[in-house]
C-alpha cells in the first residue's frame, strides 16, 4: 500500500508498512481517507535531520490524534530501522503516544531505533527530489518552518508502484 502526499512542495509518495506495523498503518491510512492531513502544515524542519508534519491544519503543532481516541501504543519492529534518508516515522512524546504527527528524516537517525515507530518510506526518484525541496524550506534555530511547507491533499494507492 502507498500513499502519495501532494505537498506545496512536490509530491512524496510513500510506500506504507501495513504488515509490519498494522494499527499504526491502519491509523495513518484512515486520517489519510478522512482528508485528516489536507493542509497540514510541516511544522518542525531540521536540515540533516528530520521534517515534522500531522497536526491538523485548524490545530496548533501540538495536537496530534488518532482514530482509537487517544495516543496508541509502538510498534517498534527491530528489523526496521531509522537507517537511510526518506525513513517515515511516528512522532511521539514519549513511549506509546503515538497519534496523527509524523516525520520523515533527511539522514540516518539510529539514535531513534527502538524510540519510533517506523511505518514507511519516501520512494521513487520524484519523491526523493521533492523531499530535498522541503528540507531547504526556511526554519529557524527551534526547528519552526517559516517557509511554505504543507500538505495539499493525499492520494491513496493500493499498489506501491500505482502512478
Do not use: W
Not at 510506500?15 to 511544522?43: H, Q
Amino acid at each position: 500500500m502507498s500513499v502519495t502526499l501532494h505537498t506545496t512542495q512536490g509530491d512524496l509518495k510513500i510506500e506504507v508498512f501495513c504488515e509490519s506495523v498494522p494499527k499504526t498503518a491502519e491509523n495513518f491510512l484512515a486520517l489519510c481517507a478522512s482528508s485528516f492531513y489536507t493542509s497540514s502544515p510541516f511544522n518542525r524542519s531540521y536540515p540533516g535531520f528530520m521534517i515534522q508534519t500531522g497536526s491538523p491544519a485548524s490545530g496548533g503543532p501540538k495536537v496530534s490524534t488518532s482514530i482509537y481516541g487517544s495516543l496508541f501504543e509502538d510498534e517498534i519492529r527491530p528489523s526496521l530501522r531509522h537507517n537511510a534518508r526518506g525513513i517515515v516515522s511516528m512522532a511521539n512524546k514519549g513511549p506509546n503516544t503515538s497519534g496523527s504527527q509524523f516525520f520523515i528524516i533527511f539522514a540516518p537517525a539510529p539514535h531513534l531505533d527502538g524510540k519510533n515507530t517506523i511505518f514507511g518510506k519516501v520512494i521513487g526518484a520524484e519523491s526523493i527530489e521533492a523531499l530535498a525541496k522541503l528540507e531547504a524550506v526556511e526554519a529557524d534555530t527551534k526547528g519552526k518552518v517559516k517557509g511554505e511547507a504543507r500538505i495539499k491533499h493525499v492520494t491513496i494507492h493500493a499498489n506501491p508502484l500505482a502512478g
